[in-house]
C-alpha cells in the first residue's frame, strides 16, 4: 500500500488530517508511547490542547487521527522517564488508542458504564480484581501498521507503554494490550 511522510505528516488511506498550531517545538522522535484513551467517539478533539495533547489517535474501527506533525512536541507522557532520559515528550510520538481501560463502575443490572457509555461483560476481562476493556483487532491491526510506517520513517528504536514510563502514576496502555509482541515483531 502507497504511503508517504510530507511535512511529518503520514499520507494514507486510514489516516485523517487534523491541524493545529498549538505547539511550536520541534522534536527528533526516537520513540513511540502507547496509550489508552479512557474515552470513545470524538477522541481526538480532547488531545488538541495545549495541556494535554497526542499525535495520533487510533480509533476503534481502525481509523487514525493525526492531530500534530511528528516532529512536534505534544504533552501526552506528562512526568516520564526512559532509560534515564526526563521528559519523555522531548523525544516522542504519542498514540492514543480508543480504549476505557479498567471498568469497575457496576450498574444495577450487572453491566459495566463509563462516562455514561455502557459495556457489555463481553467486552471485559478481568484480571485480578479489576476488569479491563478488550482492544478490538482493527484497532490493534491499525496501531501495528502505524508503529510499522514510524519506525520505517523516524527509524523509532523503542516502543513503551504510558505505564512503563510513569510508573505508579500510569497504567495505560493497560495489561490486555499485547506489547510485548509488538516489541518483538517491530523492533
Same mark, same amino acid.
Given at each position: 500500500m502507497l504511503h508517504e511522510? &510530507?511535512?511529518h505528516r503520514l499520507? !494514507?488511506?486510514l489516516v485523517e488530517q487534523h491541524h493545529s498550531d498549538k505547539h511550536k517545538d520541534v522534536i527528533s522522535p526516537d520513540t513511540i508511547v502507547l496509550h489508552y484513551t479512557a474515552a470513545f467517539n470524538s477522541t481526538a478533539h480532547l488531545l488538541d490542547s495545549p495541556n494535554v495533547s497526542a499525535h495520533f489517535v #487510533?480509533?476503534?474501527?481502525?481509523? /487514525?487521527?493525526?492531530?500534530f506533525p511528528c516532529n512536534i512536541k505534544c504533552w501526552h507522557a506528562g512526568r516520564s522517564v526512559h532509560k534515564g532520559r526526563k521528559f519523555v515528550n522531548n523525544f516522542s /510520538? @504519542? /498514540?492514543e488508542i480508543e480504549n476505557l481501560g479498567i471498568m469497575n463502575e457496576v450498574t444495577s443490572d450487572g453491566g459495566f458504564t463509563w462516562f455514561k457509555k455502557f459495556?457489555?461483560? %463481553?467486552?471485559? #476481562? %478481568?484480571v485480578g480484581s479489576d476488569n479491563w476493556h478488550k482492544y478490538n483487532g482493527v484497532e490493534i491491526g491499525a496501531t501495528f501498521l502505524l508503529c510499522s510506517l514510524l519506525i520505517a520513517e523516524y527509524g523509532i528504536k523503542d516502543i #513503551? @507503554? !504510558? &505505564?512503563? /514510563?510513569? &510508573? @505508579?502514576?500510569k497504567v495505560d496502555p493497560g495489561v490486555l494490550f499485547p506489547l510485548d509482541s509488538f516489541r518483538k515483531a517491530l523492533l
Open positions: 511522510f &510530507s511535512g499520507l !494514507h488511506p #487510533v480509533r476503534r474501527d481502525g481509523t /487514525i487521527d493525526q492531530l /510520538i @504519542g /498514540i459495556v457489555f461483560d %463481553k467486552d471485559l #476481562v %478481568k #513503551v @507503554g !504510558h &505505564s512503563e /514510563i510513569a &510508573s @505508579g502514576r
